[in-house]
């Protein structure tokens, strides 16, 4: 069968005879994610230890097996995974387990593949049960597992006693053959046969549960592993929205930053000029939402296009995705916008000159009153102009929808504007939340309708209502949350 998109196998999925107990099998590095667990976890070890002013001898173990693990070729892994685990003997688990904690908030999150976690979605919506079965610890693969939902873990297990490692494996291996065993005793228990079972992953030392399973899929696979899979007709997945970036995502990066600072200078400079700050303010917006996400490569698909200028002034509220997020939203809204963000962000270089050029209130989360930053809210919507709010406060590493707060709703209520919910889909796959490097992509946009101030009862049950319009907008979108072919851009 030799490549396929993922859009084909997905619909594949779809169709899939129905009936019985089916099970995806799902490795871990490589597949579900960009590159090596154990590197995020090795990182956090060293970066701990050398704030502690001592490297341990572990540290260097885990080093040696993170080279292993690269070269891929399993000579020694077992001999290098008992070294590892001795030296571990005596440490309490909820070291390890913390460590792998940080990791994942720190490296792996963002790492993770868009493809993977709409393959993931695609399984759980035609049913099949999900595991994860990788040789990795469980103290890598359990944040990841969690993250995607995925019900259950095969991994190399470490054993413990009294809270702390004992220096021992407990046999066997979650590797190679013992991947296998693995998955055998998985399907057993779930009263499934692996001949309807799906396994996917990237490496070559993969290859007997890959022949066990009746649905094997190489995803970005190594030279060896790439051999055999065409030579026996295997799907083949190729996953490219993590991972090193190429020449043009350097280059966007570097022409996108090249936009705001340019963009901070002019600004500064039409103040200079003796322009109105409402009019330097509507330039700023202008020239970050053009240049800005041109240079970025971001093409637009908006659903509900009409209802951003259906009603103004407006309270503009929107999901925090990435940094790119301020772009987007000066593509769509244009002119007349004044945006309420942390009070951090006035002293950030570059960002922060032009954030205050452009009018922007700047709140202080800690602060328990907020009547000043109403008070200059309500008068930039008694101007004319409109408020744009992220009511989480926060973004997430997936876009997962964060708690709401009443703020921007307690707004539109009294000062009687509409408020225009925005639900932005995949910000996050050209600029992941940590990422340092733009990737191309097409923004998917849904513009709801406005919701008026006379239907604002309780701004509390409000609030809540939106949150759940916001999680029903983007669950009905997750098959969709792939890294999308450039379209035409969306009028302005």
């Not at 030799?2 to 084909?8: D, P, Q």
């Not at 008992?82 to 990791?103: F, I, M, N, S, Y």
């Not at 923004?443 to 949150?467: F, H, K, N, W, Y």
Request: hydrophobic share 40%; net charge positive.
């Amino acid at each position: 069968m030799g490549r396929v998109t993922l859009e084909s196998h997905m619909e594949g999925l779809a169709t899939s005879a129905s009936g019985g107990s089916r099970i995806a099998f799902f490795d871990l590095d490589g597949t579900l994610i960009s590159g090596y667990s154990i590197v995020a976890l090795a990182r956090e070890l060293l970066r701990q230890q050398v704030g502690s002013g001592r490297l341990s001898q572990s540290t260097g173990l885990l080093r040696a097996l993170l080279r292993q693990q690269v070269e891929d070729n399993g000579s020694s892994y077992h001999r290098l995974v008992r070294k590892v685990t001795r030296a571990l003997e005596g440490v309490p688990e909820a070291t390890l387990r913390e460590l792998g904690q940080q990791a994942y908030r720190s490296t792996i999150a963002r790492s993770l593949y868009r493809e993977a976690i709409a393959l993931v979605e695609a399984h759980r919506e035609a049913g099949h049960r999900l595991v994860m079965v990788t040789a990795a610890s469980h103290y890598q693969a359990e944040p990841v597992a969690r993250a995607l939902g995925i019900e259950e873990i095969c991994c190399t297990r470490l054993e413990v006693e009294n809270d702390c490692f004992t220096g021992q494996v407990i046999a066997p291996l979650c590797y190679g053959e013992g991947k296998t065993l693995a998955a055998r005793r998985v399907a057993r228990r779930h009263d499934a046969r692996l001949a309807d079972c799906w396994f996917y992953t990237d490496s070559s030392a993969d290859l007997p549960l890959l022949r066990a399973v009746g649905h094997p899929v190489a995803v970005n696979p190594s030279d060896r592993l790439g051999v055999h899979a065409r030579a026996r007709g295997w799907p083949v997945l190729q996953f490219s929205s993590r991972g090193l970036a190429g020449p043009e995502q350097l280059l966007r990066t570097l022409l996108t930053g090249q936009a705001v600072m340019a963009t901070s200078a002019l600004a500064y400079a039409g103040k200079k000029l003796g322009l109105s700050d409402i009019r330097n303010a509507n330039r700023i917006t202008r020239l970050l939402g053009d240049l800005g996400t041109g240079f970025a490569g971001l093409e637009f698909e908006v659903e509900g296009f009409e209802n951003l200028r259906r009603e103004r002034p407006a309270v503009f509220v929107f999901n925090h995705q990435s940094l790119l997020d301020a772009m987007v939203l000066s593509h769509l809204l244009r002119h007349d916008v004044v945006a309420l963000c942390k009070k951090e962000m006035a002293d950030k270089p570059f960002i922060g000159p032009m954030l205050r050029q452009a009018g922007t209130i700047f709140v202080a989360r800690e602060e328990q009153d907020q009547r000043e930053v109403i008070k200059r809210a309500l008068a930039v919507l008694a101007s004319g102009r409109s408020l744009v709010i992220a009511p989480e406060g926060t973004r997430s590493t997936l876009g997962d929808i964060q708690p709401f707060r009443h703020g921007a709703f307690l707004l539109a209520k009294k000062a009687r504007v509409p408020l225009v919910p925005i639900v932005l889909h995949n910000v996050k796959d050209a600029l992941p939340k940590g990422g340092l490097l733009i990737r191309p992509a097409t923004i998917r946009v849904t513009v709801l309708p406005p919701v008026m101030p006379d239907t604002i009862g309780s701004v509390r049950q409000a609030c809540t209502d939106m949150e759940q319009q916001y999680e029903e907008t983007l669950g009905r979108s997750s098959k969709a949350a792939l890294p999308f072919q450039a379209r035409p851009k969306q009028a302005a």
